[in-house]
């Protein structure tokens, strides 16, 4: 399986980004994915996730209103639209999967099987 996260980059306070994923190895369409970040000496975070079919999204309140997760199966892609970055959304950005049979609602990293590497985001006031 191979997860492979790009889109990072530095921007200012208020600017946008796209996050994109490519995910290959399993079977993309049967997966939950979530997205999640994390700062040094601090754990890594779920902020949003959408089911296999893009009908079931959460976010967590740190980005909602802000960020957009949608995934196109038969690209195998996952995406995060950020606009309205703020410097505390200055992180390196994961994204995982999930299989259907595990707590994915839960966001909770360990239930989130496949990684890939990371993108960074910095975002300066």
């Known amino acids: 399986v191979q997860v492979v996260e790009s889109g990072g980059d530095s921007v200012q306070t208020g600017g946008s980004l796209r996050l994109s994923c490519k995910v290959s190895g399993l079977s993309f369409e049967d997966y939950a994915m979530g997205w999640f970040r994390q700062v040094p000496g601090k754990e890594r975070e779920g902020i949003a996730r959408i089911d296999w079919a893009g009908g079931s999204i959460y976010y967590d309140d740190a980005v909602r209103g802000r960020f957009t997760i949608s995934r196109d199966n038969a690209k195998r892609m996952l995406y995060l639209q950020m606009n309205s970055l703020k410097p505390e959304d200055t992180a390196m950005y994961y994204c995982?999967?999930?299989?259907?049979?595990?707590?994915?609602?839960?966001?909770?990293?360990?239930?989130?099987?496949?990684w890939g590497q990371g993108t960074q985001v910095i975002v300066s006031s």
């Open positions: 995982a999967a999930a299989s259907q049979a595990s707590d994915w609602r839960s966001l909770r990293q360990e239930v989130y099987n496949f």
